[in-house]
């Protein structure tokens, strides 16, 4: 026998390590579909538990939509359950191109290719465009699966202060001379809902010839005024030379992504991304539910207007109850508390008052910036953000933090 | 030698310490989270302008560079 009781102990260290330092993560089984009241068994064996749910990336509130779920069920009956191929054996069907298409359309790029899922966009996409001759220039805070693409590529790699847009001025200046440069960022970044000033890094790209990649998985479908991402709030739609996105947040929360831009660029990919190349194509059911789910965006914003006015609710009363937000205007609205144990003392009461909320703190962002991370939803109506409030209003009261400034709170429960 | 110490440092606090973290010529750099391991290009370009010196693309290591004294070692090894 291999797995040794020598090799179990080197694992049952590490993870004790996890759970001693508060690192360890633990599933909730949610029973029902995904919505804004949803049942939950936590912890494990415990009787259920109807909360409303503010921590889903289900930001246009589709992720259980009927005309949806219908789509999804007559795409079964009409494509089948699987493929059981890679896109370019015998896995590409008719929808899948023409959702490649629509989503060309919705973000106004040139072409689009789709792939297991935005992670694997990620993963595959610099490898598949840039060689050790090029740079990639990348934000400092962007999401985790851009990293390990990078980590993919052989081409060399920088980063610039997050958003900072003097010191990416000063990277492509440094890094003029190579043949290709790329500068790489989140469209909204998904820990501080701020967003990338995508104008003024459009400039910057035309002026030192770089081209520009936007992670827009957080955005596409509610960002700017009707909904196409933030390359449409900052007015450079057809500017970016490659944006990725995800089909399982916004557009319906199943699962897939996508690399959409300039066609050569999209062409590569088909020719030599890997995630592309070797992992099984979408399912069937799923293509056609996001093909649903763009027809419905394209037909209406009534959707992301709902959105935007929530998110106005909830940042609003979250200030008047006196908590610190970070400033912005998406519906990701991270809640500051500073220090990691109130961040998840706060969560679990929360959960006690019938909300679900997550605690994030180190590594997941920087020491001494624990928070808890909300995310409004066009499926919240205002009930529910209004009990949502009340519920941090207890909480925030018991703790004495309403009303108090990040000094207060760091001195009375540490960084 | 004292001077290219606080060179470093001030270089080092001026591209990647955006609030008040004390840094001392021992802190871990790269294992302790403060530069990123993917700007270390930035880095060595910096020290080879300021040198006028090439460090090989093998000796630049997130190791190599982990603290302001490992990397004026590092410098000094191929400063003339
Ligand atoms: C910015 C960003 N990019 C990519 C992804 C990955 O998307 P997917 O779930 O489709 O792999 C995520 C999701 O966590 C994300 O937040």
């Keep these: ?415 | 030698m004292d001077e290219m110490q606080e060179i470093i440092k001030t270089y080092v606090i001026k591209e990647y310490v955006e609030d008040d973290t004390e840094l001392t010529y021992d802190s871990p750099l790269i294992s302790g989270g403060i530069v990123d391991s993917f700007s270390m290009v930035s880095l060595k370009r910096f020290l080879e302008n300021k040198y006028n010196i090439a460090i090989p693309d093998d000796k630049a290591t997130p190791e190599a560079f982990d603290s302001v004294n490992k990397i004026c070692a590092l410098v000094r090894e191929y400063v003339k």
């Design chain 1, 1 to 415: 026998m291999a797995y040794t009781e020598k090799t179990r102990g080197i694992y049952t260290e590490i993870l004790a390590g996890l759970q001693s330092a508060g690192l360890f993560k633990q599933e909730r089984y949610i029973h029902s579909a995904q919505d804004a009241d949803i049942e939950v068994e936590f912890p494990a064996g415990a009787p259920l538990k109807k909360v409303i749910n503010i921590c889903a990336n289900n930001y246009l509130g589709l992720s259980s939509h009927p005309e949806v779920v219908k789509a999804a069920h007559e795409g079964l009956d009409s494509h089948g359950y699987g493929m059981s191929s890679v896109r370019f054996i015998c896995g590409t069907q008719d929808i899948h191109r023409t959702l490649e298409q629509m989503v060309t359309k919705f973000l106004g790029t040139e072409d689009t290719i789709l792939f297991p899922s935005c992670m694997d966009a990620n993963a595959g996409v610099f490898e598949a465009v840039l060689t050790k001759d090029d740079v990639m220039i990348s934000d400092r805070l962007v999401h985790a699966s851009i990293i390990d693409g990078i980590r993919l590529c052989s081409a060399m790699h920088d980063t610039y202060k997050h958003s900072d847009m003097e010191h990416l001025e000063e990277k492509l200046q440094l890094h003029d001379l190579k043949r290709l440069k790329m500068v790489i960022t989140d469209g909204v970044f998904s820990m501080d809902g701020d967003t990338a000033k995508l104008d003024k890094m459009v400039e910057l790209c035309e002026k030192y010839g770089a081209l520009l990649f936007v992670d827009d998985s957080h955005s596409s479908g509610f960002i700017g005024k009707t909904g196409r991402g933030t390359h449409e709030q900052y007015g450079v739609m057809g500017k970016i030379d490659i944006i990725t996105t995800t089909f399982g947040k916004g557009l319906g929360g199943a699962s897939g992504g996508c690399v959409s831009g300039r066609k050569e660029l999209v062409e590569m990919c088909r020719q030599k991304a890997r995630p592309y190349l070797f992992s099984n194509t979408i399912a069937p059911p799923v293509v056609a539910g996001v093909i649903k789910v763009l027809e419905i965006l394209s037909a209406s914003t009534d959707r992301r207007d709902k959105l935007e006015k929530n998110t106005e609710f909830w940042r609003k009363g979250l200030t008047e109850a006196g908590l610190i937000i970070k400033a912005g205007d998406t519906p990701i609205v991270p809640v500051m508390l500073f220090n990691a144990k109130l961040a998840q003392d706060v969560s679990r009461d929360l959960y006690e008052e019938g909300i679900y909320a997550i605690g994030f703190f180190f590594p997941v962002v920087p020491q001494g910036q624990a928070r808890i991370r909300t995310q409004i939803s066009a499926g919240h109506e205002i009930h529910h953000l209004e009990k949502a409030l009340d519920a941090f209003r207890k909480v925030g009261k018991k703790y004495d933090i309403l009303g108090k400034s990040k000094q207060e709170i760091i001195e009375r429960y540490g960084m």
